[in-house]
């Protein structure tokens, strides 16, 4: 076979040689030519659509040819798909202000909004999707499906209905006395609640001209599915109710002496409904303290020229943060339709009850200093915050004994802790001030590292750190970045092909032999960029200006795309995966091979997938996230005042901007934007493309 890769690389040879039960592997070919394409072409050179086989059309072939097409065509599936989304969205928002006494007011806000939303999305009768299901419930030997269903397609409808209102009442003081006191305060309550409705249903064997459907009747437990087991239909009415109900009260205030000297403090009490079953864990006190020293006040600081303004703040206080994926309670799914061996009604137990559910909490010290020198001329800021994470949610193992298989046997509790400290600095220059001439810059700098201090869990523990567990899968560990990158140490292939790793101590590890723990990893660094900022830059001259933005990033790692897995052995009537990663045609095909190629062999036996998850979460495929990316450049020209004056208006300025230039540097050559590559195996994201604005501002 032959074939193209999605970087052109041309894949030779035969892709797989081996059986399954004497049938050929799921493959993919051309219709016309039986060719494997991994890469496939949604039309030939005429521009018709091309029609390929999803499944194995050895096995579909020999079901008899009262089956309908087993095939795909891309464009054929736009033309038979109608995806319909409606959204309604109203919202009502009412303020009313009572002045009570000198500086003292009550404020009552209102706020409604409500959202409709409908998508609807029909697959018509030849739909690939609607003929796949009618074959799959056509028994072996039977010229008629299981269902009655003769015409018609597939009619999906999702309607969905939200409803938020905030009740809010406060009392507000701004007072000033001997013209040396200043104080700002704020007292009050907020009511905040949202309802959602979610309804939706399938109909089967539906005419979109008359709005008729076929009613289906099935029992699973007496059909055994073309596809070799038990099968639910699917599609049933389903109804999904949720209200969440907040409610807050909170106070600040700011008092400043001769506007030299100012302390400030707020506090919250928070509420949340589905957050904790006991009062003491769902609600929590949320409170911030502050100082902030103008020095530009002082004499001593006064008589210096050079210095305009001089600031010190400094802040500590507690934030917290809920999720609203996790419940206190059971979660608990009843099953449609029915459970298969007693055809009886039935529930699943989805996750386990957590009654000591509680707010995740950040302790959050910072220090800031504000400054303007040279007649303001140079003017910035350098912030440093220290963050200590708390009660933070982490998945959690929980003994088999006590809960089995539910939840996969995991528990998200608030047990972990994590430091996270930084540095912001941003400043800005004029460099030329004149009559006709303007120019100035502004530079960020940030600085941000993160540590998980505790996990309450021994990552020596990890018995799922077998042969197949990959580095993305372990969780915090303490010690490390929360977005850590541990790879495998990449040993080379051995004589057949295989992925062989070092463990911690430099010995050989063979695929067929297991690694001990976390230690025989290798730490890469992090997912996130450790330095990061911008520089932008805007000039005038009279009436025309320039305006430019640079963003850069350094000190992160991404993983390679690369393969995520070779087609593995399955039924006639499993689709297959085909990666579309150009390290295929690199792969080991032969001995000797191995001295020139670190992509493993194609297998179909478990191991073969273990030395494919070796090679693709090893140190080699770790690349640098490092890059200097222009972000848009801006061209502006005001027209002068005395045209447009006689037009009667006040201002008229065109501006014509360009965004998403791309990259001018980046540190790995291997020609991946950072930003837009996802995990291994995956295609990388499109990029973004650069777009052109133009725009007219008028002001009368």
């Known amino acids: 076979c032959r074939g193209l890769l999605s970087n052109g690389a041309l894949l030779k040879g035969s892709f797989f040689k081996n059986t399954n039960n004497g049938l050929p592997l799921a493959t993919i070919y051309d219709a016309s030519a039986s060719t494997l394409l991994p890469y496939q072409m949604l039309a030939d050179d005429n521009g018709n659509g091309i029609t390929y086989d999803r499944l194995t059309p050895e096995y579909t072939s020999s079901l008899g040819s009262h089956y309908r097409d087993w095939r795909y065509n891309y464009l054929q599936e736009l033309a038979l798909n109608d995806n319909v989304l409606k959204d309604n969205n109203y919202a009502v928002v009412i303020n009313l202000e009572i002045p009570i006494y000198k500086g003292l007011k009550a404020v009552a806000m209102y706020g409604n909004e409500r959202s409709f939303g409908s998508n609807k999305r029909y697959e018509a009768e030849d739909s690939f999707r609607n003929r796949s299901l009618l074959n799959q419930f056509t028994p072996v030997g039977e010229s008629t499906n299981a269902l009655g269903i003769s015409r018609g397609g597939i009619n999906n409808i999702v309607n969905t209905t939200v409803n938020n209102y905030t009740v809010r009442g406060q009392l507000n003081y701004n007072g000033m006395w001997s013209e040396v006191h200043d104080l700002t305060a704020i007292a009050g309550s907020e009511i905040r609640q949202t309802q959602i409705e979610q309804g939706a249903y399938r109909m089967y064997g539906y005419n979109p001209e008359t709005g008729f459907s076929t009613p289906v009747s099935y029992a699973p437990s007496s059909y055994n599915t073309v596809m070799g087991y038990l099968s639910n239909l699917g599609g049933a009415p389903e109804l999904a109710d949720r209200t969440r109900r907040f409610l807050s009260y909170f106070s600040n205030a700011a008092y400043s002496y001769r506007s030299k000297y100012t302390i400030s403090a707020s506090l919250r009490y928070d509420d949340y409904n589905n957050f904790g079953l006991d009062r003491s864990f769902r609600a929590t006190p949320l409170w911030s303290t502050g100082f902030k020293w103008n020095a530009k006040g002082e004499k001593f600081i006064k008589e210096v020229s050079i210095i305009n303004q001089l600031g010190l703040r400094a802040t500590y206080g507690v934030n917290g943060n809920i999720t609203q994926d996790v419940r206190p309670f059971t979660y608990i799914s009843l099953n449609d339709p029915q459970q298969n061996e007693t055809q009886q009604p039935s529930a699943s137990i989805l996750a386990m009850a957590n009654p000591q ?9 910072n220090i800031g200093l504000d400054f303007g020198l040279f007649e303001n001329r140079l003017t910035g800021s350098v912030d440093y915050y220290n963050k200590d994470g708390r009660d933070l949610l982490y998945t959690f193992p929980v003994a088999g004994a006590y809960v089995g298989n539910i939840g996969t046997g ?38 941000n590292k993160n540590e998980v201090t505790d996990n309450r869990f021994d990552p020596n523990d990890i018995s799922q750190f077998t042969y197949s567990y990959t580095p993305i899968g ?11 990158i541990l790879a495998f140490r990449h040993a080379g292939l051995d004589q057949n092909g295989m992925t062989q790793v070092y463990d911690k101590d430099g010995k050989i590890v063979t695929v067929t032999d297991n690694l001990k723990g976390v230690e025989d990893l290798k730490y890469m660094g992090q997912a996130s960029p450790r330095y990061f900022g911008g520089f932008r830059t805007s000039a005038r001259y009279k009436q025309f200006s320039i305006y430019a933005l640079l963003t850069y990033q350094f000190g992160s790692l991404f993983w390679k795309p690369s393969v995520e897995s070779y087609m593995a052995p399955g039924r006639g009537l499993t689709e297959p995966k085909f990666d579309l990663s150009a390290d295929i045609a690199d792969r080991w095909q032969k001995a000797g091979d191995e001295n020139f190629t670190n992509v493993p062999a194609v297998g179909a036996d478990i191991f073969s997938q273990y030395s494919l998850m070796r090679y693709s979460y090893s140190d080699i495929n770790v690349l640098k996230g490092d890059y200097i990316r222009l972000r848009e450049i801006a061209l502006s020209y005001e027209l002068p005042k005395s045209p447009i004056n006689s037009l009667k208006l006040e201002r008229l300025q065109l501006t014509g901007s360009v965004r998403n230039l791309g990259l001018i540097w980046t540190a790995n050559k291997a020609g991946y934007d950072p930003d837009f590559v996802n995990l291994v195996g995956n295609t990388s994201n499109l990029r973004p493309v650069p777009t052109f604005n133009f725009s007219i501002n008028v002001n009368f």
Not at 431 to 446: E, G
């Open 410 to 447: 995991l528990l998200k509790r608030n047990t972990a802790t994590m430091n996270g400290k930084g540095v912001d600095i941003g400043l800005t220059g004029v460099i030329l001030r004149k009559t006709d001439w303007m120019w100035d810059v502004t530079a960020n700098f940030s600085y």
């Open 357 to 365: 559910l509680r707010w995740e909490k950040t302790y959050v010290t």
């Open 474 to 484: 372990i969780g915090y560990l303490a010690g490390y970045p929360s977005d850590k």
